[in-house]
């Protein structure tokens, strides 16, 4: 292993081991003791098979939505704004890629796939069950992220010129970022897809929840999208540890067929 040229670990997982020595019941990966319960059909939407592909499956698994769909939003809004076409903030941004997302999920709506360049389409919008057991992930994901945006920097590819740091030495580097106060693009893109990621999942929930969009949910449909809800507004933690989504489901015996 010493002599391996590669780091054997990865600073992803150090922002993961900080977020659960804060707190284990919310951040910490002893529920995913809770995920290898659930189905194949469940789990294959947080492990995404096939993301790369040009078929993959499911459409809207964790991979698909972050990794490539929502790369290529972010792109193409930032290339907007420096066209001068669009102003952005970091929190209109982020409502912008939601809804792009969000409107993907109910099948409304196609996305660019990022690898072969494929528009995709849903083949039925996301079920409450499916919808919970990515929303219990992106709790654990979303938080090393906004950890890792405070504490490390993170870069881009060897080569590529949005990254600041690339032609750099080390103490370049260390002098650079001594004195900056700012995101780079690669620590904006990482943060803003992953907040546009789990609001968009909030947008869905209460699209299914509200009346007047006629979607029509059963009794488990509702207790696990007003589970969604809590645990994406922290609802309930202090009095009772928080919502852990993947029990809830097993405990319901939530249907597993997926359509994505």
Same mark, same amino acid.
Request: charge should be neutral; include cysteine.
């Given at each position: 292993m010493?002599?391996? #040229?590669s780091a ?5 997982d150090f922002?993961h081991l900080s /977020? *659960?020595?804060?707190?284990?019941? &919310?951040?910490g990966?002893k ?6 319960k659930l ?6 939407l947080i @492990?995404? #098979?096939r993301?790369h592909?040009a !078929?993959?499956? #499911?459409r809207?698994s964790d991979?698909v939505?972050f990794?490539e769909l &929502? ?6 809004e930032?290339?907007a704004?420096?066209? *001068?076409e669009r102003v ?6 982020? !409502?912008?890629?939601?809804e792009?997302? /969000?409107d993907y999920?109910m099948?409304?709506?196609?996305l660019?796939?990022?690898?072969t360049?494929? %528009?995709?389409?849903?083949?039925n919008? $996301?079920?409450a069950?499916e =919808? /919970?057991? &990515?929303?219990?992930n992106?709790?654990? +994901?979303l938080? *090393?992220?906004?950890i +890792? ?5 993170r870069?881009?590819a060897?080569?590529d010129?949005? !990254?600041? =740091?690339?032609?750099l ?6 002098k650079? =970022? /001594? ?5 780079l693009?690669?620590?904006i @893109? ?6 546009a990621? @789990?609001?968009a999942?909030?947008?869905v929930?209460?699209? %299914?929840?509200a #009346? +007047?969009?006629g ?5 488990? !449909?509702? %207790? =696990? ?6 645990? $994406?507004?922290y609802?309930?933690? +202090? @009095?009772?540890?928080g919502v852990?989504?993947?029990q %809830?489901i097993?405990d319901l015996g *939530?249907g597993?067929d997926t359509?994505?």
């Amino acid at each position: 292993m010493l002599d391996n #040229p590669s780091a054997i670990w990865d600073l992803h997982d150090f922002a993961h081991l900080s /977020a *659960a020595s804060v707190c284990p019941v &919310l951040y910490g990966s002893k529920y995913f003791t809770h995920l290898i319960k659930l189905p194949s059909e469940l789990t294959a939407l947080i @492990r995404s #098979p096939r993301m790369h592909t040009a !078929d993959p499956t #499911p459409r809207y698994s964790d991979g698909v939505l972050f990794s490539e769909l &929502l790369t290529v939003l972010f792109t193409s809004e930032i290339e907007a704004v420096q066209r *001068a076409e669009r102003v952005h903030t970091y929190a209109s941004l982020t !409502d912008t890629l939601a809804e792009y997302v /969000a409107d993907y999920l109910m099948g409304r709506r196609e996305l660019q796939h990022l690898t072969t360049g494929k %528009m995709l389409r849903v083949k039925n919008p $996301i079920r409450a069950v499916e =919808l /919970a057991t &990515l929303v219990q992930n992106k709790a654990y +994901e979303l938080t *090393a992220s906004e950890i +890792e945006q405070r504490v490390f920097t993170r870069g881009g590819a060897v080569g590529d010129s949005r !990254d600041e =740091l690339d032609r750099l030495s080390a103490f370049e580097r260390v002098k650079f =970022l /001594a004195g900056c106060r700012r995101w780079l693009y690669f620590e904006i @893109r990482n943060t803003i897809k992953h907040r546009a990621h @789990r609001l968009a999942y909030q947008k869905v929930a209460k699209r %299914m929840l509200a #009346p +007047e969009n006629g979607v029509l949910i059963t009794s488990d !449909d509702y %207790m =696990l999208l007003s589970g969604v809800i809590k645990s $994406i507004d922290y609802q309930d933690y +202090e @009095r009772d540890g928080g919502v852990n989504l993947w029990q %809830m489901i097993k405990d319901l015996g *939530a249907g597993i067929d997926t359509y994505g």
